[in-house]
């Protein structure tokens, strides 16, 4: 949304916003582009050095994007590592024309730069592509932190941006804190696959080449029954191969975030999942099946 907050609900200064400025930023490109190229319109540099900024690379094209809560982030680190999301827009630029008329026909204020007075631009915080049945199609969300959730000027410029995605028959959801919108196991599961997604472009480890590894860690986890745990796994393949057992794990979760493995993020721990369950769960009644 247009206005950011710190750990305390706190409004951050994100401007002053000039009209100046404004076309900068336009003439900068912000707002614009596809994949690699999509530029945030407001950015890291953009806010104080308060409050929960994070800058995190997504998947895809490991294009640097801009979140401004620990909500945005929950929020990021599921849709980044969702199969259906093709593409992330954070920090997304409302057409200020279009937020002008729905403010008037609402009859409420349009939100202002409070040093300035001048209209700012408003944005959605997460706006995504999704690719769901054959069809590309946006979705957009706004994160706000629950202890925010009776200001009531935020819910008046809530009203605007839910009206203007409204208008251009994208779905929009509004987010607050905790597990209403991304459950802890869940949340802790996505932390830890995160930082293993490029595991594929990184050094080779031992005498294994990633493609190796990942042959062999498919084949066990398709051929194992019974109760063993994927942690359990990763200390057999380590007698076996000599690569150490967390490898093997950080190995897996690398396949996890590219779904070239399936398995349950609300399970507490991916390290206590059960290797047959998610054998079923990629391959079906197959999984015994040794290619």
Not at 70 to 98: C, G, H, K
Request: charged residues 30%; proline residues 4%.
């Amino acid at each position: 949304m247009s206005r950011i907050h710190d750990t305390k609900g706190n409004a951050l200064r994100t401007y002053p916003l000039t009209e100046e400025k404004r076309q900068r930023w336009h003439d900068e490109g912000r707002g614009t582009g596809e994949g690699p190229y999509y530029k945030a319109w407001l950015t890291y540099a953009d806010l104080a050095s308060i409050g929960d900024k994070h800058r995190l690379v997504e998947g895809r094209y490991r294009r640097l994007c801009h979140l401004f809560s620990d909500v945005e982030r929950r929020v990021f680190l599921y849709l980044d590592a969702s199969r259906n999301v093709t593409d992330i827009y954070e920090q997304f630029p409302l057409d200020l024309a279009a937020t002008r008329e729905i403010a008037r026909r609402l009859g409420i204020q349009h939100p202002r730069d409070r040093h300035s007075g001048v209209d700012i631009t408003m944005t959605t915080d997460l706006l995504v592509r999704v690719r769901w049945r054959g069809e590309s199609k946006m979705i957009a969300f706004s994160c706000k932190p629950d202890e925010d959730l009776g200001d009531f000027n935020d819910a008046e410029h809530a009203e605007i941006e839910r009206q203007y995605w409204l208008q251009r028959g994208v779905a929009w959801f509004f987010v607050t804190d905790g597990e209403h919108c991304v459950p802890e196991a869940v949340f802790v599961n996505l932390q830890n696959i995160y930082p293993r997604r490029f595991l594929n472009s990184e050094p080779a480890i031992g005498p294994l080449s990633f493609q190796e590894r990942t042959e062999i860690l498919l084949r066990e986890i398709r051929r194992h029954s019974g109760s063993l745990t994927l942690y359990a796994m990763s200390v057999e393949l380590e007698a076996k191969y000599g690569l150490p057992n967390e490898k093997w794990l950080h190995q897996a979760y690398h396949l996890i975030y590219r779904h070239e493995l399936t398995a349950d993020l609300h399970c507490p721990d991916l390290s206590t999942h059960n290797v047959e369950v998610i054998a079923r769960m990629t391959w079906g009644s197959d999984a015994q099946e040794v290619a």
